[in-house]
């Protein structure tokens, strides 16, 4: 057909440590809403970005002046900063907030569409997960893959 296309991905953070403020971000997030992130059974990560960077990523790319000279496909990658470990993050607002009454315990993918509904401002890039993983008898250690 020879129109030149392009692809834009979003790479997983190459650190693995979670960093403290995001953390912090977070639990100041479990204070907004109210409410706690139930992630048992969730193993893995999920890697973000500040969703500003994202979307200038994605402008300045579909904006540039860069001429097509092909009907070739471009492939243009962001490497996502950031990491977070669910093992780390349930920890760290467990030693936080876990003792604290009144909060509601929620579903975590239900918890993390309510912190962006409310202002979070983060993207999440991609996600490395094990849910489920815990199981009982022959479905022990056995959990649902997801990989974005």
Not at 14 to 35: C, F, G, H, K, S
Not at 47 to 70: H, I, K, W, Y
Not at 72 to 77: E, G, I, L, N, P
Request: hydrophobic share 40%; aromatic share 8%; glycine share 10%.
């Amino acid at each position: 057909m020879g129109v030149p296309s392009r692809v834009y991905r979003f790479l997983p953070a190459t650190q693995t440590v979670t960093p403290v403020a995001q953390l912090e971000e977070l639990v100041r997030m479990v204070d907004i809403t109210n409410a706690l992130p139930d992630m048992s059974g969730w193993e893995g990560r999920m890697d973000m970005v500040p969703a500003s960077q994202a979307t200038g990523f994605v402008q300045n790319a579909v904006l540039s002046t860069r001429q097509e000279t092909d009907s070739s496909v471009a492939f243009t990658h962001y490497t996502s900063p950031v990491c977070i470990n669910f093992a780390e993050m349930c920890a760290f607002i467990e030693r936080e907030r876990g003792g604290t009454k009144g909060l509601e315990n929620m579903p975590g993918l239900k918890w993390i569409g309510k912190i962006k509904r409310m202002g979070w401002g983060w993207f999440l890039t991609s996600q490395q997960a094990v849910v489920g993983a815990e199981g009982e008898g022959k479905n022990k250690g056995k959990g649902m893959e997801s990989r974005r």
